[in-house]
């Protein structure tokens, strides 16, 4: 009863964030903005939308592939076709309530493929691992490609709206660094001390799970580890050529160069975590990114939501349909357990 409850409370708290978000920027628009972010709309070309959409489809399929090789270290070997139907139906789930779709797309392939769902949460649990230290990774690369940009665009929004003076945040910075090296030293020489209290053992235990993903990973052979290598650098990307081509839909976005994508995916994935399914949030963040390059605010904001609907589009169409197809096994599977054996109703006859 108290994980249902706090799942509904997390649900109301995440989409309750978004409508906020999208309640207060709405708020600020006057009339004559409104109507240019409709006319921004109108005039799209959908026709890269719809090539947008394909590239988002594409990366749920290169997702389901990737994962489908960290079952073979366990010895379980699921279908391209079950593994795909799986993460999206997760991505739908995921819309309704947090973190619903790591635990669906194990139930689906437990109903689909057989396999316990004990096991797919250990794939899916290394696969969330190598996420974070992908991002982690690609926030580095991004920052080292769009530094220049970015650090005007902080400086403008930060100092200026602000008003701090530009020492007072190196010397923050340096005091936020200073602090997290000591704070690992400390952790590491107090290591054993601190795991009598639960906050540490949670932290160990964590960190331990992280270690386990990696070790999984180096278990897959040379083959598959290449695999999996070559389907995370396919899979993001992707993701970010997304960005690019929805680029393409507006006239005023047409010439951006690539590295506005990369922009857009990192302050994307930000807003992505900040409300459920990114509503509200994403399109806000993806207006900010393409303001660093000088694009109307009308048109940013058309492409935030176009970019954002036209994901959200591909998920809830693909997920429906494989919630349907994986109903209809389900279903089969229970008629032939249900069914008794032939020669026993000859029998009887």
Request: aromatic residues 14%; glycine residues 8%.
């Amino acid at each position: 009863m108290k994980k249902k409850t706090s799942s509904i409370l997390q649900f109301v708290i995440f989409i309750g964030i978004g409508i906020f978000f999208i309640y207060w920027f709405l708020l600020k628009l006057d009339p004559e903005q409104k109507q240019a972010i409709w006319l921004s709309f109108v005039s799209a070309n959908y026709g890269w939308v719809a090539v947008g959409m394909i590239v988002c489809l594409l990366s749920h399929f290169v997702r389901a592939a990737r994962w489908q090789l960290l079952y073979a270290p366990i010895g379980c070997r699921p279908g391209l076709g079950n593994t795909f139907g799986a993460v999206v139906v997760a991505y739908l789930a995921n819309l309704a309530f947090p973190r619903l779709g790591e635990v669906m797309r194990c139930a689906v392939l437990r109903t689909s493929s057989g396999i316990p769902m004990e096991q797919s949460l250990g794939t899916v649990i290394t696969e969330r691992i190598v996420d974070m230290l992908c991002f982690v990774l690609i926030v580095l690369l991004g920052l080292a490609v769009v530094y220049d940009k970015l650090k005007d665009w902080l400086y403008h929004i930060v100092l200026d709206s602000c008003k701090i003076p530009p020492h007072t945040v190196a010397v923050t910075l340096a005091a936020l660094a200073a602090f997290c090296v000591v704070a690992l030293l400390f952790y590491l020489f107090a290591y054993k001390r601190l795991l009598r209290h639960k906050p540490f053992q949670k932290i160990s235990s964590l960190l331990r799970g992280l270690s386990g993903g990696i070790k999984s990973i180096l278990h897959l052979g040379h083959r598959n580890f290449f695999l999996f290598v070559a389907y995370s650098i396919c899979l993001y990307g992707l993701y970010i050529l997304g960005g690019y081509i929805v680029f393409r839909a507006f006239p005023e976005t047409a010439g951006l160069p690539f590295e506005a994508a990369f922009m857009l995916y990192l302050f994307g994935s930000v807003g992505m975590a900040f409300s459920q399914g990114g509503i509200g949030i994403y399109p806000v963040f993806v207006a900010q990114s393409l303001s660093i390059y000088g694009v109307p605010a009308a048109v940013s904001t058309a492409a935030g939501w176009l970019l954002w609907g036209s994901q959200q589009a591909v998920v809830a169409a693909a997920g429906m349909a494989f919630l349907v197809y994986f109903s209809i096994i389900k279903n089969k599977k229970k008629q032939e357990v249900m069914m008794p054996p032939e020669n026993t109703t000859s029998m009887t006859r």
